[in-house]
């Protein structure tokens, strides 16, 4: 069964507009959520998290995610793309509380940044 | 401050040569380290994980196996490389005894078996 499903494989969006990538998760306990982005060739950087608290997250580069339990989604947000945030944006979900602290990912969603 | 390294950056095997991935950790002790594999279009599928030194679970059978012999220390091996195990490897760890499940990556290895 899918944990983590992105919404779209790929999103194209035109400088200045607004990013909106969707994430939605299954867990059985309270889940902690990740935004991960990669640019090509390289490992994964953080770019936000929500573990417990505030439901609106804020991460690097002006983006923020909002947790909403009763949709189970933590989608992920921009006011205005930038050329720069061309790249791909995994979303991952914590499934269990055990020492491993394994992750679940997402398939992963290709930004496109048009001029 | 914490470093992660993976060698060798790139990588282009023939089918049925061996395969040894190595990842080391810097600054920290005693992490969870975990290797991961991304094919195209996939996301990212979890091989190996290990808690400690010796210790190593693996989530999918497959042709790949893992050790740790040294602390930070975690090593990715193939006996005999299939064109499936293409692909870009990363490896990532999180601090002893922080439980926000955050992990931080390794720059990959990007493996090429022709």
């Known amino acids: 069964a899918q944990s983590v499903t992105q919404l779209g494989s790929h999103v194209s969006v035109s400088e200045g507009a607004l990013v909106l990538l969707r994430c939605n998760y299954s867990?059985?306990?309270?889940?902690?959520l990740f935004w991960y982005v990669q640019y090509p060739n390289q490992g994964l950087q953080l770019l936000l998290k929500?573990?417990?608290?505030?439901?609106l997250v804020k991460g690097i580069n002006g983006f923020e995610a909002e947790f909403k339990k009763s949709e189970t989604s933590f989608h992920l947000t921009k006011p205005s793309a930038h050329m720069s945030d061309a790249a791909e944006y995994f979303c991952?979900?914590?499934?269990?509380?055990?020492?491993?602290?394994?992750?679940?990912f997402g398939a992963g969603t290709t930004v496109t940044v048009r001029a | 401050s914490q470093t992660i390294h993976q060698w060798p950056a790139t990588l282009v095997q023939p089918v049925g040569s061996p395969l040894s991935l190595e990842c080391t950790v810097e600054?920290?002790?005693?992490?969870?380290l975990y290797w991961y594999r991304q094919a195209a279009g996939r996301g990212l599928q979890l091989l190996f994980y290990?808690?400690?030194?010796?210790?190593i679970s693996s989530e999918v059978p497959q042709n790949l196996s893992a050790s740790r012999p040294q602390d930070r220390q975690f090593i990715l091996s193939s006996k005999k490389l299939l064109l499936s195990d293409s692909g870009f490897y990363l490896c990532?760890?999180?601090?002893?005894?922080?439980?926000?499940?955050?992990?931080?990556f390794g720059p990959g290895t990007r493996l090429t078996v022709t």
């Open positions: 990532a760890w999180i601090p002893y005894g922080v439980a926000s499940y955050e992990q931080y």
């Open positions: 867990s059985s306990v309270p889940p902690y």
């Open positions: 929500y573990t417990t608290g505030a439901t």
């Open positions: 991952a979900v914590s499934l269990t509380r055990s020492n491993d602290y394994k992750l679940s």
């Open positions: 600054g920290t002790s005693n992490p969870n």
């Open positions: 290990s808690v400690g030194i010796g210790q």
